[in-house]
């Protein structure tokens, strides 16, 4: 198969390029498409063979659910069993935005769609180009993100087609997404909500729409360590296999000053070393160290994470280090990723 790539305006994406894509969605194909968060992977959520072939596309764990995007309150009906108060209540606040919510399932997915599972996870992007391709294929669709399983999601087209390329239909070019982080991923059939995946919206951010939430302390105090084990069975949200977001090369998170004294030491054995320093940083970077300054706000660090490390992968350094961002909600989200990039395989 030859993948397409067709360039799109991210604001105003030509209705042509639009029905293009649509159409492929509409015979069971795979499109990829950017989010406000990073690039999808999109098929027709009621169509059990399409999704199949996102996970044979991606190489994914049929144990590992997929989200269902939609672009209107009305395609609720048709994933969603039900609709909880406080599910109204964090829509209309964050939808469309990077917000999943865990719901009780309509018998009409597929399980392919929910591994099995009796909730399925749903949210409303925001990204203008999504809306648009959703709102053309006239059906939710199904999108994890758009790269081999477990390696580094894609917010750029050339991510995308660097794992996937011959493997589906078409990319949507919208150029770099602005989040650079998956969505928050919260279980709305717990009670209290729980937080399944942190993202683009902090914890607090929720509980201040809907009081306390459960599960934040876990990814607070680490939620996944180093060697940690992959869970068994049918998960209940996409992002929770314990290596996950990884480049193909070994990765290693150290606290600030501790990172520039295990770079010497790897020096000595390593030819090419990788290293996200967090702000600027004064080293020598002429003996074998390709070194990325990272921003010191978190929001913008998201932004760049992934880029920086598939800049990292391409320039084929042989270890990353990175210095590790400070603790708080508001880094949650990132080091949670870099936790799970860097459990040992």
Not at 188 to 215: D, Q
Request: aromatic share 4%; glycine share 8%.
């Amino acid at each position: 198969m030859e993948t397409k790539l067709l360039a799109v305006d991210p604001l105003r994406p030509s209705p042509q390029a639009i029905a293009e894509a649509a159409e492929i969605i509409k015979a069971g194909g795979l499109v990829a498409f950017p989010t406000e968060t990073v690039y999808g992977l999109a098929a027709n959520a009621l169509d059990a063979a399409a999704v199949a072939r996102i996970f044979v596309a991606k190489g994914r764990p049929p144990q590992n659910p997929i989200i269902v995007h939609i672009a209107d309150l009305a395609e609720l009906a048709a994933v969603a069993a039900e609709w909880p108060p406080l599910a109204a209540k964090l829509e209309a606040r964050f939808w469309p935005g990077p917000l999943t919510l865990v719901l009780k399932k309509h018998p009409q997915v597929p399980d392919i769609v929910t591994a099995g599972g009796p909730t399925v996870a749903v949210r409303m992007p925001s990204h203008p180009v999504a809306l648009a391709l959703i709102r053309a294929s006239q059906a939710p669709l199904a999108a994890p993100s758009a790269n081999v399983s477990t390696q580094i999601s894609a917010t750029r087209a050339e991510h995308v087609l660097r794992g996937l390329s011959g493997r589906i239909d078409l990319v949507l070019d919208a150029g770099p997404t602005a989040g650079g982080l998956e969505s928050t991923v919260l279980d709305v059939t717990a009670s209290p909500p729980r937080l399944l995946r942190p993202g683009l919206v902090a914890p607090a951010e929720i509980e201040a729409v809907i009081g306390p939430i459960a599960g934040v302390d876990r990814f607070a105090a680490g939620g996944v360590a180093a060697g940690g084990e992959e869970p068994v069975g049918p998960l209940r949200s996409p992002g929770m296999l314990a290596r996950h977001y990884a480049p193909q090369v070994p990765l290693e998170c150290l606290p600030q000053g501790d990172d520039w004294a295990r770079i010497e030491d790897l020096r000595h054995d390593l030819r090419r070393l990788g290293w996200l320093a967090l702000g600027p940083v004064n080293a020598d970077a002429s003996c074998g160290v390709l070194i990325i300054e990272m921003p010191t706000e978190p929001e913008a660090y998201a932004a760049q994470l992934y880029a920086a490390l598939h800049a990292l992968e391409a320039a084929e350094v042989e270890r990353i280090i990175v210095t590790l961002p400070p603790a708080g909600d508001a880094w949650l989200a990132i080091r949670d990723r870099l936790r799970r990039a860097s459990v040992a395989e």
